[in-house]
């Protein structure tokens, strides 16, 4: 019986080492691979942070996305507009288009109220071409008509967006905006005057 007791005594602390040791490699092993996650984080970090200061240290017209001017871009547009239509199955039931340069001298959205000096240097010259649609179709032709659009290179802003659905089918208004620059305008890129916007319009049915 002493024979098993020694052996007891023997054993089970080596058990207890053995244990110990482990949890100690697991805890180990974890503590590991959190300091690796830890240095993939901080790494990625700071490559967001050197990207953002190379942006931020680029020319403020190099900062906005507007494609050069083309000519024709509004109607040129409008027609790619309708080609996407066509191709999604999807009705244009009527079209408002318009466009705006900032900066010309007409146009009087750059006040101090609205864009600090900077923003104003940095968006003076881009024109806004903007339009508005009413479209009608299958609730699927409509989604894919806006994937499409999300799918574009050229920059486009969506906003006013109405959905609304009945046993007819859906009916979609939105509002869409693209961008382009030209020569930046030799007048000073701030006006103080209340003149009314440099806005060309059209309208009408397909």
């Known amino acids: 019986m002493g024979s098993l007791y020694r052996i007891i005594g023997w054993v089970v602390p080596l058990l207890c080492v053995a244990g110990a040791g482990v949890v100690i490699y697991n805890r180990q092993n974890e503590l590991l691979a959190t300091d690796s996650k830890q240095k993939a984080a901080e790494q990625q970090f700071q490559l967001v942070v050197t990207e953002k200061a190379q942006v931020m240290a680029e020319p403020q017209d190099l900062r906005f996305a507007a494609a050069?001017?083309?000519?024709?871009?509004?109607?040129?547009?409008?027609?790619?507009?309708?080609?996407?239509?066509?191709?999604?199955?999807?009705?244009?039931?009527s079209w408002t288009s318009s466009s705006a340069t900032f900066g010309a001298r007409e146009q009087s959205a750059l006040t101090s109220s609205q864009f600090s000096e900077e923003e104003a240097k940095a968006i003076s010259g881009v024109t806004r071409i903007t339009c508005d649609l009413k479209l009608k179709g299958d609730y699927l032709a409509l989604r894919a008509f806006i994937h499409g659009i999300s799918g574009e290179d050229r920059l486009l802003t969506l906003n006013k967006?109405?959905?609304?659905?009945?046993?007819?089918?859906?009916?979609?208004?939105?509002?869409?905006?693209?961008?382009?620059?030209?020569?930046?305008?030799?007048?000073?890129?701030?006006?103080?005057?209340?003149?009314s916007s440099n806005t060309?319009?059209?309208?009408?049915?397909p």
């Open 68 to 93: 050069p001017a083309q000519p024709l871009e509004e109607a040129r547009f409008i027609d790619e507009l309708r080609k996407r239509a066509t191709l999604n199955r999807v009705t244009i039931v």
């Open 161 to 195: 967006v109405t959905w609304t659905r009945s046993q007819e089918g859906s009916d979609l208004s939105l509002s869409l905006s693209r961008y382009t620059i030209a020569e930046a305008p030799s007048i000073p890129a701030l006006q103080t005057d209340k003149a």
């Open 200 to 205: 060309t319009g059209k309208t009408g049915n």
